[in-house]
């Protein structure tokens, strides 16, 4: 069979999708853009009353909309069409690092932002600190999203919350306390302790967790829900915390 997709100047594509006065389908949105992207001419058939959409699946005999067709083949929805382009979305529960490396990001530009403005330079060591103390507020702001589901996670390894459970309730208020002291440099003899301690508390629980008991487990560093594979990203958080309470103190 001819690999339609080795040349895709001149293939066309046909995209049946709901659009609706009250309903645009965002699939079938996306699918159209993801068609033209990759150098499709897309024929588009949208279906614009739930009669004429109904009429459709069954004579297709599918049960949802978008559908795509290519060469006469029919590709699917929108998650297959991304696997027939090679591009395919992550699956549930797969593990991925990219909201960890999103957070971390935004925190260095707003400390570098930051910075330039108050400082202008970024030489300073203020902009450094900075950097952990954003990265702490916006890790705790996660876990604030849904504090139930953080705990429950949190207690598959952190040591202290496993002894005295509403720990597992105070560590995102803590974080997220500690890291606004020490973006505003103030009650140091306050964040510097806390930082200290879920910091120091953090690092040895999960280092024992990963590194000793081989334990495959979900962080919860990023919330209850996170598909962040615990180790390297949870133990940096933690160490970040408790250098954080070293250094302040020892200023």
């Not at 929805?77 to 591009?87: D, N, Q, T």
Request: charged fraction near 20%; include cysteine; hydrophobic fraction near 45%.
């Amino acid at each position: 069979m001819t690999d339609i997709r080795a040349n895709t100047s001149n293939a066309d594509a046909r995209l049946y999708r709901m659009e609706m006065p009250e309903h645009h389908c965002p699939f079938g949105l996306k699918s159209k853009a993801l068609l033209r992207w990759s150098g499709y001419k897309v024929e588009d058939h949208p279906l614009t009353t739930r009669e004429e959409t109904d009429r459709f699946m069954n004579e297709v005999g599918v049960d949802t909309t978008p559908q795509t067709y290519v060469g006469g083949e029919r590709i699917g929805g929108y998650e297959e069409l991304r696997a027939y382009l090679g591009m395919p979305l992550r699956g549930e529960g797969e593990t991925t690092y990219t909201p960890v490396i999103a957070l971390f990001a935004m925190a260095l530009g707003l400390a570098v932002s930051a910075g330039s403005v108050a400082f202008g330079t970024l030489a300073d060591p203020r902009v450094f600190q900075w950097f952990i103390a954003i990265s702490m507020c916006l890790l705790a702001l996660q876990k604030l999203r849904d504090v139930e589901s953080f705990s429950t996670m949190f207690l598959n390894y952190d040591l202290l919350a496993r002894r005295f459970v509403p720990y597992g309730y105070f560590y995102p208020f803590a974080e997220g306390l500690a890291g606004l002291l020490m973006l505003a440099g103030v009650l140091t003899w306050i964040a510097a302790p806390l930082a200290l301690l879920v910091g120091t508390v953090g690092a040895v629980s999960v280092f024992k967790a990963v590194y000793i008991d081989k334990r495959e487990l979900k962080c919860a560093c990023m919330g209850g829900s996170s598909d962040v594979p615990l180790g390297f990203v949870s133990l940096t958080e933690n160490l970040m915390m408790a250098g954080m309470g070293i250094w302040m103190l020892a200023g």
